[in-house]
């Protein structure tokens, strides 16, 4: 099945600079890759997603790149603010459509 | 346009109890997951339901199951409860089945003693 690995477990920046989250899969037949923001307390929240047939995709301040060679794709934050603290999670569906998490990544943007 | 809602927000609980949890899917939605996150972990796959059948199910025991209901909502249940099954239990739906984007409701904090 699945396997999605994630790191770094935890980033620390200072406000304004970028923030960069990395994750492989291990399924070659994974063509959807979401992205989920978990403030504390809170529901995951989708903030953005890529398919197979594209290489990049950006929204705003955030972006995702995906090498299906290589099987990783990456969550590109720049100018974070401090709003942007939270648990980053990515996802991949596997070949049966089950969605399958990473294990995540506290971001902390220091004022 | 109503998002995804479960019910109760928590829930206590002792060993060997049952529980149902409920999931009412975004407007528009007729797939629904459920998850269970353990405490700093992500949120890992029980199983969901289309059509009103299970038709994906992770790695977890015959002790937790489902339905789903005409109107799509979606209950699950978990019997013979264990101390381990402290969680938080994730609703998400999303329009048919294959990759498609999944919306979370709450989710439910059940806490066993």
């Known amino acids: 099945g699945e396997n999605v690995e994630q790191h770094p477990s935890t980033l620390s920046v200072q406000e304004g600079d970028s923030a960069v989250i990395k994750c492989t899969y291990s399924?070659?037949?994974?063509?959807?890759f979401p992205w989920y923001k978990q403030e504390l307390g809170k529901r995951p929240q989708l903030i953005i997603d890529?398919?197979?047939?594209?290489g990049e995709k950006k929204d705003q301040r955030i972006a995702v790149t995906l090498n299906k060679t290589a099987k990783h794709f990456s969550l590109h934050i720049t100018e974070t603010q401090p709003e942007d603290s939270a648990v980053y999670f990515c996802?991949?569906?596997?070949?049966?459509?089950?969605?399958?998490f990473g294990s995540g990544t506290r971001l902390l943007v220091r004022p | 346009d109503a998002g995804v809602t479960q019910s109760p927000t928590h829930l206590i609980k002792t060993r060997g109890q049952q529980v149902t949890l409920r999931c009412s899917p975004k407007?528009?939605?007729?797939?629904v997951s459920w998850y269970q996150q353990a405490l700093g972990q992500g949120p890992q796959f029980i199983f969901q339901?289309?059509?009103?059948?299970?038709?994906q199910r992770g790695n977890f025991p015959d002790r937790f199951s489902g339905h789903q209901f005409p109107n799509y909502s979606s209950e699950l249940n978990v019997n013979a409860l264990l101390l381990g099954d402290s969680a938080l239990y994730l609703c998400?739906?999303?329009f048919g089945q294959g990759n498609q984007p999944q919306h979370f409701g709450d989710g439910t904090r059940l806490s066993i003693l």
């Open positions: 399924d070659s037949a994974s063509n959807y």
């Open positions: 407007s528009g939605h007729d797939t």
């Open positions: 996802a991949a569906y596997d070949s049966s459509y089950k969605l399958i």
């Open positions: 998400a739906s999303s």
């Open positions: 339901y289309y059509e009103e059948e299970e038709r």
């Open positions: 890529i398919r197979s047939n594209v």
